[in-house]
């Protein structure tokens, strides 16, 4: 079965810093990748997609993503954050296949200091 | 503007009551999704519609119900046959990609259920 792992459950960064978020898939198959934010008490907004293509995808807010096929990740990185980067973030894939199931990971908390 | 509405935001369940969580949406999209999510557990997907008048069972469907009459709505039922129904429930809806996949999920702003 597919699964999403995201091996950071919390990270703490100082505002301006850079930013690294993990993930890793397990499957065989070509995924569809997505990262998500959620603000406390909110729904989930998309940051950004990686279907095909160049395995490097821009999103809102100034994040980017990089697919490395090889290494089954798709990490979220910006290059400076900023306070109100403050949230909870999601990775989700997708299979051919499997009509339109998400599979998500349990998420990294990310705390930014100032 | 298009969107997904979930309502109420919050909701308070007596014991052996059944409760209903409703979401709606105007994008016009065939498939919708209710998750839960519950801390450090990340989102578990409990029925999907991809469909009117069709659903499936997700991975936790157990002491829950869905009915999918229209396009635009897909309420699920909390039963009490559901012992820990306590958590942040969220509703999306996507695109219907056929047997493709990729389509990327929009989300309600969620109801939180408590026991009382």
């Known amino acids: 079965a597919q699964s999403v792992t995201q091996p950071d459950i919390h990270i703490t960064v100082s505002e301006g810093a850079s930013l690294e978020l993990r993930c890793n898939y397990s499957?065989?198959?070509?995924?569809?990748l997505f990262w998500y934010v959620q603000s406390p008490g909110q729904g989930l907004q998309l940051l950004l997609k990686?279907?095909?293509?160049?395995?490097l995808v821009q999103g809102i807010k100034g994040f980017e993503a990089e697919f490395k096929r090889s290494q089954s990740s798709f990490n979220l990185r910006k290059p400076s954050v900023h306070w109100s980067d403050a949230a909870e973030y999601f990775c989700?894939?997708?299979?051919?296949?499997?009509?339109?199931?998400?599979?998500f990971g349990t998420g990294t908390r990310l705390q930014v200091t100032l | 503007d298009g969107g997904i509405t979930q309502s109420p935001k919050y909701l308070f369940r007596k014991e052996g009551q059944n409760v209903t969580l409703s979401c709606e949406q105007n994008?016009?999209?065939?498939?919708m999704y209710w998750y839960r999510q519950d801390p450090g557990q990340g989102l578990r997907l409990i029925y999907y519609?991809?469909?009117?008048?069709?659903?499936q069972k997700g991975d936790i469907a157990e002491g829950y119900s869905v009915s999918r009459e229209k396009k635009e709505s897909f309420p699920l039922t909390v039963t009490s046959a559901q012992k820990n129904p306590t958590a942040f429930y969220l509703c999306?809806?996507?695109?219907?990609?056929?047997?493709?996949?990729?389509?990327?999920?929009?989300f309600g702003d969620g109801t939180r259920l408590s026991i009382l």
């Open positions: 499957y065989g198959a070509t995924p569809y």
């Open positions: 989700a894939v997708g299979f051919t296949g499997t009509a339109s199931k998400l599979t």
């Open positions: 999306a809806s996507s695109t219907s990609p056929g047997q493709g996949a990729g389509q990327p999920q929009h």
């Open positions: 990686y279907f095909s293509g160049d395995t």
């Open positions: 994008l016009n999209h065939d498939a």
């Open positions: 519609s991809q469909i009117v008048n069709d659903f």
